[in-house]
């Protein structure tokens, strides 16, 4: 290459890699070209690495799916995450092609999304690459301003050029180099990043985890007023009737047609809520509700009663048989 006046440098054949990509109509990941370690979601307790055969069904996890740049970030949030049934992801830097996939899959499949990336070039960048209307709420100037901090306090040089070009088109324009309008990063201080910058992992060591996460559902709360628990929330049948529920199906079935219309109206209530709630808590309240529908139905009561009866006198449940 380099006998033909082309210089060889990574950034060339990165863009070499995509432009023959989007000529042939596939991505670089489908052909098994990672730019780096693929984005994961976190969701109640466990991680998954975002692929092209997951990107659907990893869509309808969480009220609400954030996006965040930095690794560390939201392992130390996972707790709040899973206190209110909202799901992380982590990009690992610049999207890859299932991630952007996964946030279009996501508003489509009605989770509210937004993305958190550092107040550098690289990371207005990223915010950048999401679609147009996915909110980017830090770290930028008003993620310091709720917070009270003076970001002469957290901000440390600026040890690249990378992307500061773009931005500044970005941020002068309000629109990419393709021409798309994009107005999301306006008040960026351009002059600033030629210089410093902010990292999210230093807003997080000055409020401690709590208080950012707070920010992060009040810019939620104010962005998106209700949330579909449905999402985050599975009412739970087989837990509220007692000892024979994994037993006998058409006792589950029975049970579940009993409950069909608390059950529906419990759904509906769940699908606009305003605000968060507390998902281990809810769920509690809604053992309860379905207990008390259950309990108020006499063909169940006398059920119940007498195959709890059958189940303590019949010799088959008894220790000699």
């Not at 949030?77 to 209110?84: I, P, Q, R, V």
């Not at 999207?95 to 899959?105: C, F, P, Q, R």
């Not at 009270?148 to 600026?158: F, L």
Request: aromatic share 10%; glycine share 6%.
């Amino acid at each position: 290459m380099q006998k033909y006046g082309i210089k060889v440098t990574r950034g060339y054949v990165k863009r070499l890699v995509k432009e023959i990509c989007e000529g042939v109509g596939v991505t670089r990941e489908s052909l098994g070209i990672f730019a780096g370690v693929r984005a994961e979601l976190y969701f109640s307790g466990t991680w998954t690495s975002v692929s092209f055969d997951n990107v659907k069904s990893l869509a309808d996890k969480g009220t609400d799916i954030i996006f965040i740049e930095k690794e560390g970030i939201s392992e130390v949030l996972t707790e709040w995450a899973d206190k209110y049934g909202l799901a992380m992801v982590n990009t690992r830097g610049h999207l890859t092609e299932y991630g952007k996939d996964l946030m279009n899959a996501a508003k489509i499949s009605g989770a509210h999304v937004v993305i958190m990336t550092d107040y550098d070039a690289t990371g207005v960048k990223i915010a950048s690459e999401s679609p147009t209307d996915m909110p980017w709420i830090g770290a930028n100037d008003s993620m310091l301003k709720y917070f009270n901090i003076d970001r002469e306090t957290v901000k440390i040089d600026s040890e690249t050029n990378a992307n500061k070009d773009y931005v500044k088109f970005l941020v002068q324009k309000g629109l990419h180099k393709d021409g798309r309008r994009d107005e999301r990063f306006k008040e960026v201080d351009t002059g600033f990043l030629d210089k410093e910058r902010v990292e999210l992992d230093a807003i997080l060591a000055k409020v401690g985890d709590e208080k950012f996460f707070g920010y992060v559902t009040d810019m939620l709360q104010e962005l998106y007023p209700t949330r579909d628990y449905n999402r985050a929330i599975e009412i739970p049948y087989d837990s509220i009737h007692a000892r024979h529920e994994d037993s006998i199906t058409t006792i589950t079935e029975r049970v579940a047609h009993i409950l069909n219309a608390e059950s529906d109206k419990i759904s509906d209530d769940l699908a606009s809520t305003t605000g968060f709630v507390n998902v281990k808590e809810k769920t509690k309240e809604i053992q309860e509700r379905l207990k008390q529908v259950l309990n108020a139905n006499p063909y169940y009561k006398d059920f119940a009663d007498k195959l709890n009866g059958l189940i303590e006198s019949h010799p088959f449940f008894s220790d000699s048989s």
